[in-house]
Structure formats: structure tokens, C-alpha cells
């Protein structure tokens, strides 16, 4: 094995139900300036394709590398019909093998992988929300907002409700939800490189958004960015089915 000066920082970042063309570096229309240098400084996989079109599942195969069947979660957990509500218990995560090898394991934002267990039992740190988690009702990012004399966000001007499923949110950006989320994984990240540099103890986190998964609900300024009129409507999207 490498030396702990060689062994690299990992920082995973995973967006829900994000489109695979939906990048700057793919349409000029859209604007993701922070995406971009990944791209360019990194590598882009033009053919790769998740294990399943479901949360549970794929997220399972993310933190373990196993494969739906093997892990029992076929569906999302949460759905009547799912045939486990976690995975199997001899299951290890990511988090505990490399946390037992000596790295710091940080974990943030949407888990979704079982009803009970969070990722601190896969040897995480940073976030614990069971289940879908719903971070409006997370203590403390409901701290957070107080400590800053924010509201929590509701949805305002929207569209196809109640409940709504588009629109926007009120209030600046630093009450939403992403904000969050980025904000404690720089705490998570600043505190990993002190320990780098102190100890030599290399870091993996992994931060999820669960945007832009719908509700598709954001805040100013980024729900006006685009005019609607702008964006060219897919080939059949008049189509009557008749």
C-alpha cells in the first residue's frame, strides 16, 4: 500500500437526476462556471451509465461497489413494494474500510440508502439524515438559519401545485438548502487538510445535492437565470399522442 503521502484526497460530488448533457461544457446556454473546471482539469466519462434509475439502488452500489441484487435493494427503500429496507448487516461501506485504513471519511447532504441506518454507520462523519432526508426539518441546518437571521425557504410563484413542483424559493441564497450543504463540506474539507497537514491522514467526502431533482425549487437569482423562451423545446414535445 502507499505511503500516506501518496495516497490521494478524494471529494465525491453526486447531483440527483442530473441530466448528462445539462453542462456548460455540453450547451453554452447553461451556466455551471464551477463545473466546468472539473471537466476541463479532469475527466469526463462520455459512456458511463448508472447501475439503476433509482436512488436506493445506485447510491448502495456507490457507497459499497456491490451490485443491486447482491445488496437486496432492487427499489428505493421507502417504496411499499421494496423488498429490504437496508442493506444486508454484512455489508461494509466505503466510509468503514477506508476509515480502518486510516483516512478521514466525511459524508453530507442526501443519503437514501436505508430506513434506519445514516452514514455514520458506514463509518462517516458530518450529516446523519435517515431515509430521503428532509433537511427542512435537520436541527441544524434549522441552527444554521437562526444563528444567521435567515427564514426558512418556502416556495413562492410556483407552478403545477399544490404541492408545488416548480418555481421559487424565498429568501437569499444562503437560507437555501445547496448553500447548506456546499458550506459544511468546506467545514468538513477544512478540517480534513488541517489534519493532512498535521498527521499526513488523507480524506474522502462525499457531498450530495439533491437538487436538481424535482421539486424544482431554487432561489434567487438562479430561478430567473434562464428565460423560458430561451430553451428549444425537444422534438415532440407538442405531440398531441393521438
Not at 441544524?140 to 444563528?147: F, I, M, S
Not at 436538481?212 to 415532440?236: F, K, Q, R, T, V
Request: charged fraction near 20%; aromatic fraction near 12%; glycine fraction near 10%.
Amino acid at each position: 500500500m502507499a505511503n500516506r503521502q501518496e495516497q490521494p484526497n478524494v471529494l465525491l460530488i453526486v447531483t440527483d437526476q442530473h441530466r448528462f448533457d445539462c453542462l456548460g461544457i455540453r450547451q453554452q446556454l447553461l451556466q455551471t462556471p464551477n463545473l466546468e473546471p472539473l471537466a476541463r482539469e479532469g475527466i469526463v466519462f462520455d459512456q458511463a451509465y448508472s447501475c439503476c434509475g433509482l436512488c436506493t439502488p445506485a447510491r448502495a452500489t456507490m457507497l459499497t461497489g456491490l451490485r443491486p441484487f447482491e445488496l437486496g435493494l432492487m427499489t428505493n427503500h421507502d417504496h411499499y413494494y421494496a423488498l429490504r429496507a437496508e442493506m444486508h448487516s454484512w455489508v461494509r461501506g466505503s466510509g468503514s474500510m477506508l476509515r480502518d485504513a486510516g483516512w478521514n471519511c466525511g459524508f453530507t447532504g442526501k443519503w437514501h440508502v436505508g430506513s434506519q441506518n445514516v452514514p455514520s454507520t458506514y463509518g462517516f462523519e458530518g450529516m446523519d439524515l435517515p431515509g430521503y432526508g428532509y433537511i427542512g426539518h435537520y436541527e441544524p441546518y434549522l441552527e444554521y438559519l437562526r444563528e444567521n437571521g435567515l427564514e426558512k425557504p418556502k416556495p413562492t410563484g410556483t407552478l403545477f401545485g399544490p404541492p408545488a413542483l416548480a418555481g421559487a424559493m424565498s429568501g437569499p441564497q444562503e437560507a437555501s438548502r445547496p448553500h447548506y450543504v456546499a458550506n459544511r463540506s468546506i467545514e468538513l474539507l477544512r478540517s480534513f487538510a488541517r489534519d493532512r497537514r498535521d498527521s499526513e491522514k488523507p480524506f474522502f467526502l462525499w457531498t450530495n445535492f439533491w437538487g436538481p431533482h424535482g421539486a424544482y425549487l431554487c432561489c434567487e437569482p438562479y430561478a430567473s437565470m434562464y428565460d423560458p423562451a430561451s430553451i428549444e423545446p425537444w422534438a415532440n414535445y407538442e405531440d398531441s399522442l393521438e
